[in-house]
């Protein structure tokens, strides 16, 4: 299966779940840097289909992804957003990064906080524009952390 062979699938996956739930919605399909996205749009049944702490999303996410490595699919990775909610998180991530970045730079002192890997992207990706600031993950799985802190003599940005 290439690559458009692949997004179309998906997408196709996902209605066909989403039919189980009684939603019949077409879905949006795209593709960044080797990962299918795919977005559901706002229903009524949106807390049913995020979850409690976002896991039915990641349930639907890992489901596709499943199928699409059945299928030998040239593209296996998947990320699915129902009605914005992972880009409205990121969102609120990053906004607290900021204020993490902001108490190291103030104090020196590092930060560490347990996120789930994709928040944990969101803050290595935040902390990026700043020269001064470094961050790193340590643990293992569900335990995973991640430490932002002051680069050693560097200026501020």
């Known amino acids: 299966m290439n690559r458009e062979e692949s997004i179309i699938f998906a997408a196709k996956y996902l209605e066909d779940i989403l039919s189980f739930f009684g939603v019949n919605l077409a879905i949006k399909s795209t593709y960044e840097d080797d990962v299918i996205e795919l977005s559901v749009p706002s229903t009524e049944l949106n807390a049913s289909l995020i979850g409690k702490n976002a896991d039915t999303l990641r349930s639907l996410q890992h489901l596709v992804a499943a199928a699409l490595q059945n299928k030998e699919a040239e593209m296996t990775r998947v990320n699915v957003d129902i009605a914005n909610y992972k880009q409205q998180r990121a969102r609120r991530i990053a906004e607290k990064a900021e204020g993490w970045i902001k108490r190291v730079r103030e104090t020196g002192e590092p930060y560490t906080v347990g996120l789930n890997a994709a928040d944990r992207r969101i803050v290595h990706k935040t902390a990026q524009d700043y020269s ?26």
């Open 132 to 157: 001064d600031i470094e961050t790193h993950s340590d643990g293992e799985g569900r335990e995973r952390k991640i430490t932002i802190a002051k680069k050693p003599d560097t200026d501020e940005k």
